[in-house]
């Protein structure tokens, strides 16, 4: 075991999905042509002035009110200056002293181990433009700058540095995301920049108070790399600290082609960035009804969800935290259960859960899909589960006629007709074939008449075979055992 442990805090970035900018009426969608989405005001012409897009304020609200955030009536804009070219202003609107949220809880499972862990923070900011580098071109290297992403919203979610572990900074980053998407504020996709996170990293001896110097790694674009670049950062100031060495506080880059973090920049102070109240945007005063609206408009989120599925439809926590993890998945369930009734859907809630979450899930991962482009509705899968249940149609007929699904759509009662699926209940028939298997299986027969009940089961098979898996199993059963009562 190592003699240090880790501490980590996250800062995320998230973009709030609006119709338009933070501060102008400019359209805040991505994929546009360069230069296309602007105005004077997310251009920083001098002279404007920037109103505040209320949609923003209230996708921060909503989302500090899930995250279980303090919400500060009044918060005020400031200014954080600095020189970067894809910053036309010279400075970012962002919040300082006074953020929107404070004092957040988030709930992290590791290996079903639950943690608590704080939310510092969070804060309104406006985003920068993105630049565009041509490395390499003649006869001299050159950047081109796209403005169209300034002043797209953003929302900085600070934790406190309590997480642990690799593996415990993923699990935070996925459950806010879970959250972020219940409330509907967000896509919250690293590939493609609408959630984005600064790992702080720094190892301390184990059981110490307090806190060892971090560094701050940036660029990663997937759960992965969170994973890998903070694994990688923990293992490079073991190997610092053990040879004798310093850890200096700064900021690193995370490179996923080779798997390391490279030193960037030493890191800045805060007063280096010279903050103050931005005087063109009023403070935000909000009003108690206000709060109280968005607090009624917040959706039943992950955790309280799952707790449902357990107490309602009796599924284990590990299924019901499955089926809540992304809201339309668990959107997509409860549209099936709805093919029950009453007392009915207690008995499905299981089997539906297990076709959903190994069957439908298991396919669309291969096939690299998403849920809403499934072919199975949740009507279809509903209609399919009490097929199995009534016993018209073999567990195993079942997967066939499932996979028909998958692949061509189509519903359950239609196909077992049309490929010949249906469960056989005819006794004469069944009958026919248990004295045919009898007739056939001499040794199996001598051991069930000397005692050994065991060989039934070869008996059964033999019937079931015989019947290409069609012949009801609770039918050969009781007419196996008859015929040997006699
Ligand atoms: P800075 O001023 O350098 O940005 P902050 O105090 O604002 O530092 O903290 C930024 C993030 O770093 C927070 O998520 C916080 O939890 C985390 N953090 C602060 N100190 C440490 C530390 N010693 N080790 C790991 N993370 C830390
Ligand atoms: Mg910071
Ligand atoms: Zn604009």
């Known amino acids: 075991m190592s003699i240090y442990e880790a501490v980590i805090g996250l800062e995320v970035h998230v973009q709030l ?16 042509d360069p230069n296309t989405q602007i105005c004077p005001v997310c251009c920083g012409y001098p002279g404007v002035l920037p109103v505040v897009n209320r949609a923003v304020v209230e996708g921060l609200v909503r989302s500090a009110l899930a995250l279980d955030c303090r919400i500060n009536k009044h918060s005020v804009f400031a200014r954080k200056q600095y020189f970067y070219p894809d910053l036309p202003k010279n400075y970012q609107i962002s919040q300082y002293e006074l953020p929107l949220a404070e ?11 639950s943690r608590d862990i704080r939310i510092h923070r969070i804060h309104l900011e406006e985003d920068a433009g993105k630049l565009l580098h041509a490395i390499g071109s003649r006869p001299l290297d050159y950047s081109l700058v796209d403005l169209n992403r300034t002043g797209v919203p953003l929302m900085e979610i600070v934790s406190e540095p309590d997480l642990r572990t690799p593996e415990e900074a993923a699990a935070y980053l996925s459950h806010l995301r879970a959250v972020l998407r219940y409330v509907g504020v967000s896509d919250c996709d690293m590939e493609k920049g609408s959630m984005r996170c600064d790992a702080n990293v720094s190892i301390r001896p ?10 701050e790694v940036k660029n990663m674009n997937s759960f992965r790399s969170v994973r890998e670049a903070i694994a990688y950062e923990i293992d490079r100031q073991t190997l610092v600290l053990d040879s004798g060495g310093r850890i ?5 880059l995370w490179d996923a082609q080779n798997n390391v973090t490279q030193s960037m920049r030493s890191k800045e102070e805060a007063h280096d960035y010279r903050y103050f109240p931005d005087p063109d945007l009023v403070p935000l005063n909000l009003s108690d009804q206000y709060l109280e609206e968005l607090q009624k408009s917040l959706p039943e989120l992950p955790e309280a969800r799952s707790a449902r599925y357990v107490e309602k439809f009796g599924l284990s926590s590990y299924d019901a935290s499955v089926l809540t993890a992304e809201k339309k ?16 859907q207690k008995e499905a809630a299981k089997p539906l859960a297990n ?9 669309l991962h291969a096939a690299k899909k998403e849920i809403e482009e499934s072919l199975v509705s949740p009507e279809s899968l509903a209609a399919l589960v009490a097929l199995v249940y009534k016993g018209a149609v073999s567990g195993k007929s079942a997967k066939v006629v499932f996979d028909e699904m998958f692949v061509n759509g189509g519903e359950p009662a239609a196909i077992v007709n049309q490929k010949g699926l249906g469960q056989i209940d005819d006794e004469k028939q069944i009958s026919e074939w248990v004295d045919e298997i009898i007739l056939v299986n001499d040794k199996a027969v001598q051991d069930i008449k000397s005692g050994k009940t065991s060989a039934m089961g070869a008996l059964v098979g033999g019937v079931m075979r015989k019947s290409k898996g069609r012949a009801n199993p609770q039918i050969v059963n009781r007419i196996l055992h008859k015929k040997f009562s006699q």
């Open 103 to 113: 004092n957040g809880h988030l709930q992290v499972k590791v290996d079903e181990q």
């Open 329 to 344: 998945l668990a959107d997509f369930y409860e549209e099936g259960l709805k093919g029950f009734e009453g007392k009915m």
């Open 355 to 363: 076709w959903l979450t190994t069957e439908l899930l298991g396919r």
């Open 206 to 215: 184990s059981g110490a108070q307090g806190l060892g110097t971090k560094t």
């Open 17 to 32: 999905k609006t119709k338009s900018k933070i501060f102008c009426g400019c359209p805040a969608n991505f994929g546009a």
């Open 248 to 252: 200096v506080q700064e900021t690193r």
